[in-house]
């Protein structure tokens, strides 16, 4: 097997440009901010200490570049929603700061900004940019995290006084883990299910829908009605200040509802511009999906931060002397290690590319007019790429985040070396925006059923059933480079010598086969056992791996197309050769991880898979020399990177 | 495929009874020591308050059962080093207070013992024990924490007045990470290169040996020549307080050496029982190994609470409606969450079961007169099971405590659920004791050299040309009930139908084959490459993916022959049935992770490689409804379950 050649030098600043790519600007316009700004993570600090500290931080960054790329023109924002996205996952080197503005300006401000009319605009908007006006995203409770559909917390409006009255059933229903509510918090956009009186006498649910209810006077009291409760200490993030809202039938104004999309005249009479429970419910929460978005990019930011640390690590630091030339061995010469830590690099750089791929669609369908979607078909594919990327790239920041603190042992596990901190504070975001395998569910959903219908529900209900209707057929539709990569798979039909490995043409086919046989069996598998008397929740439940497999997959072969488009728009040729052997590493190890699937179905040879390892190692060995190089490139603010075993503070890694 | 029959009801007792096997009687003394002493971790206190926290429940430790059951007769204790490591476990809800332990009353007060001779047990035991003398166990240092042959502290004997000068020569040979070192410690155990002058006028150096040196006076102050500074806030195990120490010439008298395996008369003479620095400097080491086994049992032990915690949960939280009932649906009952959680609850029993033949194994050669195993045979093998059982089981918790967390959502990210303690305490697990990559690659040396010759270096120095010198072929020798599986080994001789994949010979055998066949090609390999003018080091390197399989598949063949030398010990049919099914779950998932090889070296089919994913699934749902019996059968004292999301005391989980 012949290698493919790696370039001996390449020059990192093309190289970082290929990164930055179409937000660069943004990226250096932030770089710059964070140059001018100290903003120490407050890792050391007691819970207190540690959310005045965050607070006082996010003082300093109202009304910044940083807040204010993403918010409207018309209130001194630059309207740039992809910029906003990018913007916050530079501050990865402080998740607790990073996560305290996300929920005041991406989901407290997102969720005026996008549910709420010009009413709400001209009243909050201002005081939500300069944190006059703290606010909560109350969606999540006790009961109810990942099935958000079915809320407990009601409001029913009251024609006598123009006023809804929000309220908290029981306990379940109480409002969880929501950030700013412990301490800072002065308003919430609670969802709640929403009433309104019926002729009758009685009262008609018109779904999920979202107010501004005031949580806490000036002097930072709760308001009557309102019990606030503090979730108390988590593994990390411990500057945001995570709280539990219960409401006793508190009274707000009518015009409190966010009523984009459902309004409650005077009289109580209810009106929407969509129709149905579901289709609105959906449409709402696709509104949301930024907050999905900036999660995953600052899932990939952290990972970047931790390998930089490790890799930095590992190039310094020795172990073990070599008999032949009586020094010892850096870390990082090991096998072993490399094996730890650069297929992780590798997938971090495809990740990369299909957060910018992802980030552009999400900005330019903003920016298109509605009937360019009208059936919001494309809408619907965006937030399935929006889910799945998420799951895949926090996943991969857990994985990855631990394998780094491993790989510098004792030092790894002291907080002074940041790795434990970014462990902790990431940790969960496998679980919040969105549960990771409820997420991959609703990818799996989506191709199942062609995004042809509104998501009716992100559970289970009647998906097999429902299958067994919709599915006609799986079609591979590509995502990006479409015309480069018909080109590279029509030039490999059937290879199958040797370097076949390398070849771009063979990877990609390989990845969509993959997608359309695990899909087409999914679907064959739930029409056969949905179509008779059993059970729907058996019958889906049974194949539930086979479901998530078929999110899984797909996600695998829309990464790696965004790859390979990335790869497309590098205009040095040195730059470009590197990217391609960084793809290779990201695609092989893929198949080697996966290669018990591409053995059963007989889509390698035994001897083929076995050269897909080898060929993982002899990349290893090759982009070694350039570990530390490449992971810089990605351009994390050095205010960041502050690890004595990083910078050469620590004895034997100068 | 005929899934085999899982029992309806068994007599939860006597699974206790089964699990806590050979030193069941000490697990029910210490259960009883923790239901009258309540000792609560401390979690939510900053570093100095959890410090004094841990101390002060130390000091109720002191001179109890479990302190007492490891030391010597004719000191008070009783004797029973199977019985220390099985009672230190115990502590596993509060991981500073069991770490604290195992540094002053394993590390410290096991080298004392071990390493030191009358003179030392008489001067210090008693205090050790009663924690009147609180000790570190100095051998790690910043240069050298895996490669500790290579420390850099000295100890130079100084005839003129019969003392050692204990030194550190630069800032990579300070002592580091070391537990009690930073506030509590009085004495340490040193370990450093010993000198003695010689006839020339130079000195001669004898290796590795551990010296004890004074720390503090009586008010706590460093002593003269002593410098200690703090690690500070780590990722976990804040209780304890981790230092470095520094010495600056620091006179110790000749009493001071630890002088079983080495002494040096006053006139300087150096004289040991063992020849050769290497041979000596392992032999001290192995005398040592019960630190590392209490690891990986502790590890296990916090793995049984986070998985009873996380089954508690998934049988209790319900979401998503079932359309068919109306109901929701509990977690547990997902595929998804199963696969999450079952399998790792296999392993756990399957690793119980292969720590309890490693504790019994440790007990048994600590009584038998060293003229059983005259050429350190057995000890050896002891040493390299050790070693690859704590790596195993230290992975195992790494990766379950965290799958653990993600089950329980949100929940799980709150620290009153204890699941983030317990993956931060016990993160450091697969470091530190031995880093799990390097101890992995001694126990494939062990395999290689069919342990004929003492370790001569835990690193790859000259590995490649040692192997190509020594390795004969594989014999796999069986570690337990070996006429058992002999027998259960014939009775399936090339058994091919559908039902072999339960067929436990069928399974024993695939175990073998595997390992004897990595082996065998990591030996060839090695051979062949370094027979030639190739650098040994880039030979082993170029292995090491493979040297490393070899032990891990080693290891799993051992873990599998344990788990069933457990059942056969069982007397009570359902019990024995239960566990039959549950050590299927285990085999059948290392098989399905490792289906890559097997389907490569053609060991399976394709179609059976497929079967073996279904037999999983049905095993997850045969064994949900006792899921919860399962883990609680192992148990983990009453005090260490409070999370409320264990206890029904969350909403919706009661």
């Given at each position: 097997?012949?290698?493919?050649?790696?370039?001996?030098?390449?020059?990192?600043?093309?190289?970082?440009?290929?990164?930055?790519?179409?937000?660069?600007?943004?990226?250096?316009?932030?770089?710059?901010?964070?140059?001018?700004?100290?903003?120490?993570?407050?890792?050391?600090?007691?819970?207190?200490?540690?959310r005045?500290?965050?607070f006082?931080?996010l003082?300093?960054?109202?009304?910044?570049?940083?807040?204010?790329?993403?918010?409207?023109?018309?209130?001194?924002?630059?309207?740039?929603?992809?910029?906003?996205?990018?913007?916050?996952?530079?501050?990865?080197?402080?998740?607790?700061?990073?996560v305290k503005s996300g929920v005041q300006w991406g989901l407290f401000g997102g969720a005026v900004t996008a549910l709420g009319?010009?009413?709400h605009?001209?009243k909050h908007l201002?005081s939500i940019?300069?944190l006059?006006e703290p606010g909560c995203f109350a969606m999540t409770e006790t009961g109810h995290g990942s099935d958000v559909q079915h809320l407990g917390t009601t409001a029913v409006y009251?024609?006598?006084?123009?006023e809804f009255v929000v309220h908290t059933p029981d306990e379940s229903a109480r409002k969880d883990y929501i950030g700013n509510a412990a301490r800072d918090g002065r308003t919430a956009a609670v969802f709640a299910q929403l009433y309104?009186?019926?002729?009758?006498?009685?009262?008609?649910n018109h779904g999920v829908h979202a107010l501004l209810v005031p949580l806490r006077d000036?002097?930072g009291e709760p308001l009557p009605g309102v019990s606030i409760s503090d979730c108390g200490?988590k593994?990390?993030l411990?500057?945001v200040d995570n709280g539990r809202i219960s409401f006793d039938r508190v009274r707000v104004p009518?015009e409190a509802l966010l009523n984009r999309y459902g309004?409650?005249?005077?009289?109580?009479?209810?009106?929407?511009?969509?129709?149905?429970?579901?289709?609105?419910f959906?449409?709402m929460l696709g509104t949301l999906i930024t907050g999905r978005?900036s999660v995953?990019?600052?899932?990939?930011?952290?990972?970047?931060?931790?390998?930089?640390?490790?890799?930095?690590?590992?190039?310094?630091?020795?172990?073990?002397?070599?008999?032949?030339?009586?020094?010892?061995?850096?870390?990082?010469?090991?096998?072993?290690?490399?094996?730890?830590?650069?297929?992780?690099?590798?997938?971090?750089?495809?990740?990369?590319?299909?957060?910018?791929?992802?980030?552009?669609?999400?900005?330019?369908?903003?920016?298109?007019?509605?009937?360019?979607?009208?059936?919001?078909?494309?809408?619907?594919?965006?937030?399935?790429?929006?889910?799945?990327?998420?799951?895949?790239?926090?996943?991969?920041?857990?994985?990855?985040?631990?394998?780094?603190?491993?790989?510098?042992?004792?030092?790894?596990?002291?907080?002074?070396?940041?790795?434990?901190?970014?462990?902790?504070?990431?940790?969960v975001?496998?679980t919040f925006e969105g549960d990771?395998?409820?997420?991959?569910?609703?990818?799996?959903?989506?191709?199942?059923?062609?995004?042809?219908?509104?998501?009716?529900?992100l559970?289970?209900?009647?998906?097999?059933?429902?299958?067994?209707?919709?599915?006609?057929?799986?079609?591979?539709?590509?995502?990006?480079?479409?015309?480069?990569?018909?080109?590279?798979?029509?030039?490999?039909?059937?290879?199958?010598?040797?370097?076949?490995?390398?070849?771009?043409?063979?990877?990609?086919?390989?990845?969509?086969?993959?997608?359309?046989?695990?899909?087409?069996?999914?679907?064959?598998?739930?029409?056969?056992?949905?179509?008779?008397?059993?059970?729907?929740?058996?019958?889906?439940?049974?194949?539930?791996?086979?479901?998530?497999?078929?999110?899984?997959?797909?996600?695998?072969?829309?990464?790696?197309?965004?790859?390979?488009?990335?790869?497309?728009?590098?205009?040095?040729?040195?730059?470009?050769?590197?990217?391609?052997?960084?793809?290779?590493?990201?695609?092989?190890?893929?198949?080697?991880?996966?290669?018990?699937?591409?053995?059963?179905?007989?889509?390698?040879?035994?001897?083929?898979?076995?050269?897909?390892?080898?060929?993982?190692?002899?990349?290893?060995?090759?982009?070694?020399?350039?570990?530390?190089?490449?992971?810089?490139?990605?351009?994390?603010?050095?205010?960041?990177?502050?690890?004595?075993?990083?910078?050469?503070?620590?004895?034997?890694?100068?």
């Open positions: 097997m012949r290698t493919p050649s790696i370039p001996v030098k390449f020059d990192p600043a093309k190289l970082r440009e290929s990164l930055d790519g179409r937000w660069g600007e943004v990226r250096d316009r932030v770089r710059g901010v964070l140059e001018n700004e100290s903003l120490p993570a407050g890792d050391g600090l007691d819970t207190e200490s540690h005045a500290h965050t006082e931080q003082r300093r960054l109202a009304d910044s570049e940083i807040v204010r790329v993403g918010f409207p023109v018309e209130y001194g924002g630059s309207g740039d929603r992809g910029g906003s996205v990018v913007a916050m996952e530079m501050l990865a080197g402080n998740l607790s700061l990073m009319t010009e009413r605009h001209e201002r940019m300069d006059s009251d024609p006598a006084t123009a309104t009186p019926t002729a009758d006498g009685g009262t008609a000036e002097a200490r593994a990390g411990n500057g009518r309004d409650v005249a005077e009289d109580g009479s209810y009106s929407s511009p969509i129709e149905g429970v579901n289709k609105r959906f449409t978005v995953a990019g600052t899932a990939g930011a952290a990972t970047k931060l931790a390998l930089e640390i490790a890799l930095r690590y590992g190039d310094a630091r020795r172990q073990f002397t070599n008999p032949r030339t009586g020094g010892e061995t850096p870390v990082l010469d090991y096998l072993a290690h490399q094996r730890k830590l650069l297929p992780a690099l590798a997938t971090s750089y495809a990740l990369h590319f299909a957060q910018e791929e992802l980030v552009a669609t999400l900005h330019d369908l903003r920016q298109a007019s509605p009937e360019d979607d009208p059936e919001g078909r494309a809408q619907r594919e965006l937030e399935s790429r929006a889910a799945g990327l998420k799951a895949v790239t926090t996943w991969h920041a857990t994985r990855t985040i631990q394998d780094c603190r491993e790989a510098c042992g004792g030092s790894g596990y002291l907080t002074e070396n940041q790795l434990t901190g970014l462990k902790a504070d990431t940790d975001f496998t990771n395998t409820v997420l991959l569910q609703l990818v799996a959903k989506g191709l199942l059923t062609d995004y042809r219908e509104g998501f009716d529900e559970g289970t209900l009647g998906m097999a059933r429902y299958v067994a209707d919709q599915f006609v057929g799986t079609v591979i539709e590509r995502t990006a480079a479409r015309s480069l990569i018909q080109r590279l798979v029509d030039a490999s039909p059937g290879r199958d010598d040797e370097d076949a490995l390398f070849d771009r043409g063979w990877q990609l086919r390989l990845f969509e086969d993959r997608e359309r046989h695990v899909l087409d069996g999914v679907a064959r598998r739930l029409r056969r056992a949905g179509s008779g008397d059993n059970d729907p929740f058996e019958v889906f439940n049974d194949a539930q791996d086979h479901v998530l497999r078929a999110a899984r997959v797909h996600i695998d072969r829309i990464v790696l197309e965004a790859f390979v488009a990335g790869i497309e728009r590098c205009t040095d040729p040195a730059v470009a050769e590197m990217l391609e052997r960084l793809c290779d590493l990201y695609v092989l190890c893929n198949i080697e991880a996966d290669r018990g699937w591409f053995l059963e179905h007989e889509r390698i040879s035994p001897r083929r898979s076995k050269a897909v390892t080898e060929a993982v190692n002899a990349l290893c060995k090759g982009l070694r020399p350039h570990a530390v190089e490449l992971i810089t490139a990605f351009g994390i603010p050095r205010q960041w990177l502050r690890a004595p075993i990083a910078t050469g503070a620590q004895p034997g890694t100068g």
